[in-house]
T-cell receptor, first 115, second 119 residues
Framework: AQKVTQAQTEISVVEKEDVTLDCVYE???????LFWYKQPPSGELVFLIR??????QNEISGRYSWNFQKSTSSFNFTITASQVVDSAVYFC????????????FGPGTRLSVLP | DVKVTQSSRYLVKRTGEKVFLECVQD?????MFWYRQDPGLGLRLIYF???????EKGDIPEGYSVSREKKERFSLILESASTNQTSMYLC??????????????????FGDGTRLSIL
């Protein structure tokens, strides 16, 4: 069965520190997609990135980077030089190609960046 | 950009009332979803719809119903509100993509959420 685990419930860092949010997934499918979302205190979930299972190339977008490793079933998210505006709950999610209607979210990691 | 609009950011109702939460999307997406979010429990799927007049139960449908009369609008109904339905409610929409009903590569797009309090 499909499952997404985010073992870190809460993380606190001081501004300008780097921080990595872990995501581990389980899937029964060979083709699947992984997503990250950000939920700031205002409440809306904002889509950040999608990665498909046949592309293990890491991605960088400004201060954000994502490390996808199929061998360990992980899709970790790193924020470099964190800022107070990065404070939010971050969700990792999984969608399987052969079970397209399913969209499984992890429990989320609350990140607090302190000034 | 995709726009998903929920009718209220904050709502206060009384026990036993019938409550309607409305959600509208402007991207002609086939699929729409209702979640509730509670501390420590993450996002839990209540209902989803993959077409007009179609609905499927999610993980926690009890005490809720939905309506999808038009493609852009998906309503969540609390038939008789109870205090344990106090929560944050999130609506989302999702495109089917290019492979018909298999839309696994498409992200869900969320509204701003409705914080519902039942007194």
């Amino acid at each position: 069965a499909q499952k997404v685990t985010q073992a870190q419930t809460e993380i606190s860092v001081v501004e300008k520190e780097d921080v990595t949010l872990d995501c581990v997934y389980e899937t029964r499918d060979t083709t699947y997609y992984l997503f990250w979302y950000k939920q700031p205190p205002s409440g809306e979930l904002v889509f950040l990135i999608r990665r498909n299972s046949f592309d293990e190339q890491n991605e960088i977008s400004g201060r954000y980077s994502w490390n996808f490793q199929k061998s360990t079933s992980s899709f970790n998210f790193t924020i470099t030089a964190s800022q107070v505006v990065d404070s939010a709950v971050y969700f990792c999610a999984l969608s399987e190609a052969n079970y397209g209607q399913n969209f499984v979210f992890g429990p989320g990691t609350r990140l607090s960046v302190l000034p | 950009d995709v726009k998903v609009t929920q009718s209220s950011r904050y709502l206060v109702k009384r026990t036993g009332e019938k409550v309607f939460l409305e959600c509208v999307q402007d991207m002609d997406h086939e699929n729409m979803f209702w979640y509730r979010q509670d501390p420590g429990l993450g996002l839990r799927l209540i209902y989803f719809s993959y077409d007009v007049k179609m609905k499927e139960k999610g993980d926690i449908p009890e005490g809720y119903s939905v309506s999808r009369e038009k493609k852009e609008r998906f309503s969540l109904i609390l038939e008789s509100a109870s205090t344990n339905q106090t929560s944050m409610y999130l609506c989302a929409s999702r495109s089917t993509g290019t492979r018909g009903w298999v839309n696994s590569n498409q992200p869900q797009h969320f509204g701003d959420g409705t914080r519902l309090s039942i007194l």
